[in-house]
């Protein structure tokens, strides 16, 4: 069992820039795969960024390449930098983990996946 608990969520005009966090807990070690999923309302769970624990191999969505940064700190904490946001950024953002598996470099950003989620943290953008 993995425990996630997001934090940093708020509203900020478009060019604008938050910091989400997730601390993970449990059993949980450097063999897990932590991401970043956002939902806006009424549209799917999105993958938007995911990172292995044990090298760094980090992934990103192209709607968020370059705006958007994932770090980790080895104690099973992650972070999601964002810059220049836009309103389309606006939705609920979800920290998740999953333990590393065949072929998860081609489906990170598939919801099913991932195993644990966090509560989530809303973002809102506004114009």
């Known amino acids: 069992q993995v425990h996630l608990v997001e934090s940093g969520g708020g509203s900020v005009q478009a060019g604008g820039s938050l910091t989400l966090s997730c601390v993970a807990s449990g059993s949980i070690d450097s063999r897990y795969i932590l991401g970043w999923f956002r939902q806006a309302s009424g549209k799917e769970r999105e993958g938007i960024a995911a990172?292995?624990?044990?090298?760094?191999?980090i992934f990103y969505d192209d709607s968020v390449k370059g705006r958007f940064t994932i770090t980790q700190d080895n104690s099973f904490k992650v972070y999601l930098q964002m810059n220049s946001l836009k309103p389309e950024d606006t939705a609920m953002y979800y920290c998740?983990?999953?333990?590393?598996?065949?072929?998860?470099?081609?489906?990170?950003?598939?919801?099913?996946?991932?195993?644990?989620w966090g509560q989530g943290a809303q973002v809102t953008v506004s114009s």
């Open positions: 990172i292995y624990v044990a090298d760094d191999v």
């Open positions: 998740a983990a999953t333990p590393l598996s065949a072929g998860w470099f081609e489906a990170w950003g598939r919801e099913d996946e991932w195993n644990w």
